[in-house]
T-cell receptor, first 115, second 113 residues
């Protein structure tokens, strides 16, 4: 059974700081890994997707890495801003029963960037 | 390109009632997945529909059922509602391409009293 863990559960940083969010997963047989952002009470916004054959992806101030063999991913946020305050979720995509491609999520890291 | 939409936005029901949630998939996507997100938790996979057939299911009881229509929109039905069914229900659509990206709707907040 695939399990995804995110550390820390909550993080509070001053504006301008660089930060790293961590994600680990127990089964390396994944199709891809995705990082999502979720604002309170809202749906999920996809930030970055790393295919299982890739090592990292970058978008603006965000950089995500994937080490499939060790079951770890990190999301690096440079020069954090108050608008980055949200919950960040890590999810791995794998084949479930049947032919479905199923996302398994961590519980998220709640980030607060203080002005 | 129209994104994933869900209705209703919010819903309040009482224990024992039945509820139907709706999802319209993104244009060009023939696969719809449903997830349940309890407060403070990550989303949990309920099931997935591909071309009107359920092709995968998570650890949810049979009172959670679904449908997918020829236009690839989908419904999630929950019978005999329990208090623990209170959650944000998320729908995601995708195409069966090599990337495997799922696009999420805004969700339906269900409260069971």
């Amino acid at each position: 059974k695939q399990e995804v863990t995110q550390i820390p559960a909550a993080l509070s940083v001053p504006e301008g700081e660089n930060l790293v969010l961590n994600c680990s997963f127990t089964d390396s047989a994944i199709y891809n890994l995705q990082w999502f952002r979720q604002d309170p009470g809202k749906g999920l916004t996809s930030l970055l997707l790393i295919q299982s054959s890739q090592r990292e992806q970058t978008s603006g101030r965000l950089n995500a890495s994937l080490d499939k063999s060790s079951g770890r991913s990190t999301l690096y946020i440079a020069a954090s801003q108050p608008g980055d305050s949200a919950t960040y979720l890590c999810a791995v995509l794998r084949f479930s029963s049947g032919s479905a491609r199923q996302l398994t999520f961590g519980s998220g890291t709640q980030l607060t960037v203080l002005p | 390109e129209t994104g994933v939409t869900q209705s209703p936005t919010h819903l309040i029901k009482t224990r024992g009632q039945q509820v139907t949630l709706r999802c319209s998939s993104q244009s060009g996507h023939n696969t719809v997945s449903w997830y349940q997100q309890a407060l403070g938790q990550g989303p949990q996979f309920i099931f997935q529909y591909y071309r009107e057939e359920e092709n995968g299911r998570g650890n949810f009881p049979p009172r959670f059922s679904g449908l997918q229509f020829p236009n690839y929109s989908s419904e999630l039905n929950v019978n005999a509602l329990e208090l623990d069914d209170s959650a944000l229900y998320l729908c995601a659509s995708s195409s069966p391409d090599a990337v495997g990206r799922q696009f999420f709707g805004p969700g339906t907040r269900l409260t069971v009293l």
